[in-house]
Nanobody, 122 residues
Framework: QVQLVEFGGGLVQPGGSLTLSCAAS????????MAWYRQAPGQERELVAR???????NYLDSVKGRFTISRDNAKNTVSLQMNSLKPDDTAVYYC????????????????WGKGTLVTVSS
């Protein structure tokens, strides 16, 4: 069993910064892609940023230049540094990871955290 736990959500003013962190624990052999998704009220969940085990990254267009995703492979953690936050960034942010629990798993299974709320408001 694998668990993902997010930390760092909260209320921040427009233009402010916030860092989200996510720690993976459990029966982990290898973590492939790690990512952050978000879901705003009444909207579908969308991919915000993803990072491979080799630290290749991809970002949602609207967050490019403002958000930075990083990971620590030794600690099984992923972080999202969010700068210049806008009210449109308000959402529940979810940590996601493709985790292999045994050597025979190439891609692994998809795991989700429970989410952490980020509210950008004055």
């Amino acid at each position: 069993q694998v668990q993902l736990v997010e930390f760092g959500g909260g209320l921040v003013q427009p233009g402010g910064s916030l860092t989200l962190s996510c720690a993976a624990s459990g029966s982990i052999f290898r973590i492939n892609v790690m990512a952050w998704y978000r879901q705003a009220p009444g909207q579908e969940r969308e991919l915000v940023a993803r990072i491979t085990s080799g630290s290749n990254t991809n970002y949602l267009d609207s967050v490019k230049g403002r958000f930075t995703i990083s990971r620590d492979n030794a600690k099984n953690t992923v972080s999202l540094q969010m700068n210049s936050l806008k009210p449109d960034d308000t959402a529940v942010y979810y940590c996601n990871a493709m985790v292999a629990v045994r050597p025979s798993e190439i891609v692994g299974r998809n795991y989700w955290g429970k989410g952490t709320l980020v509210t950008v408001s004055s």
